[in-house]
């Protein structure tokens, strides 16, 4: 099995799942907060589910408090927010760190097979975004301005 599906992760409702659960399906990974300038992004990410969902694609939904402290709220506040203001199916997953010594083995992952501009792995704000292919491989890491309608073509080219 790869490192990649072989990370464990916690969904909001508290129940374990290791990224092989998600074998086979292309995917969107992106660190999320509710009292970001970006959150709007929430309908956009919503509107890839709906249209790729079937054809084998998730979005998942990492809180991450560590920008601003736009993630505030615990599990249950988080996904409340998401379902009642954006109408959020996609996997939502208990709030994490993505930078320094507490971050996710899940972004260290990604970190290291994406990096960023000029080469620096940390990532710089909410809503950075890293599409997976169905072999579980990093395809490409999108900046937090980066809107989800601009990455339909990509999720389009790898379904």
């Not at 996997?91 to 097979?113: Q, S, W």
């Not at 501009?117 to 710089?124: D, N, P, R, V, Y």
Request: aromatic share 12%.
């Amino acid at each position: 099995m790869s490192e990649f599906a072989d990370i464990e992760v916690r969904r909001i409702d508290g129940e374990s799942r290791r990224m092989g659960d998600f074998a086979g399906k292309a995917l969107l990974i992106v660190n999320v907060a509710s009292k970001c300038g970006f959150t709007p992004q929430y309908a956009g990410l919503e509107a890839l589910q709906q249209r790729f969902a079937e054809r084998g694609f998730d979005v998942l939904g990492f809180p991450c408090d560590q920008f601003g402290h736009q993630e505030p709220g615990d599990e249950a506040e988080i996904r409340n927010f998401c379902t009642l203001n954006y109408g959020v199916t996609f996997p939502m997953f208990a709030k994490i760190e993505v930078n320094g010594d507490n971050a996710h083995p899940l972004y260290r992952y990604l970190k290291k097979a994406a990096p960023g501009l000029l080469g620096t792995e940390s990532i710089k704000w909410n809503f950075t975004k890293f599409l997976i292919g169905r072999d579980g491989k990093v395809v490409k890491r999108y900046a937090p301005n980066d809107k989800p309608e601009n990455i339909a073509a990509d999720i389009d080219g790898l379904l």
